[in-house]
């Protein structure tokens, strides 16, 4: 992969080449050897396949970190979700952003191993993955270790979400 790449949502939009979000995402998180980091405005999984995608990284024993802006305002089913793979994984940790943190995380970044990284547009809902109109880029190298450390310093402002 070169350093970027472009990918989107709703390609039959676009007239150049260009990854789908979706797929590029899967198969990011399948390849995660050690660590995956998500910072994301909204989680929402209506088909419960981006959850499941997660889960299945967590399962292999990966190292992972979710901020969500304001995780206590989502639904149910996702605050549910969070709780138990918090209690079922030591190595899983939700994070929300909110409280005395300054302004809202409206960012929508994944980073696997700190050295791929997808971020653009797209939230982290069924429907930005496979409807929605979205732009966004796959990095590589460089660029995302620099992503992952701002995952890093957003997460030191959030709080653990559903421990203790």
């Known amino acids: 992969m070169s350093d970027l790449q472009l990918c989107a949502t709703g390609v039959r939009l676009f007239r150049q080449a260009v990854r789908a979000i979706g797929p590029a995402m899967n198969e990011m998180l399948s390849g995660t050897k050690a660590e995956l980091q998500i910072a994301t405005y909204l989680l929402l999984d209506a088909g419960g396949d981006l959850l499941e995608a997660i889960e299945s990284v967590v399962s292999r024993g990966i190292k992972t970190m979710i901020v969500v802006n304001r995780l206590e305002d989502h639904p149910l089913i996702i605050r549910?979700?969070?709780?138990?793979?918090?209690?079922s994984y030591l190595h899983f940790e939700a994070r929300s952003y909110g409280g005395d943190a300054p302004g809202q995380l409206h960012a929508k970044v994944v980073v696997c191993d700190r050295s791929h990284a997808i971020l653009g547009s797209a939230n982290l809902t069924t429907s930005a993955m496979n409807r929605n109109v979205e732009i966004g880029a796959l990095v590589a190298g460089d660029t995302a270790w620099a992503l992952a450390s701002l995952v890093d310093e957003i997460a030191k402002v959030a709080h653990p979400f559903g421990v203790g």
């Open 80 to 87: 549910e979700w969070a709780v138990r793979m918090n209690r």
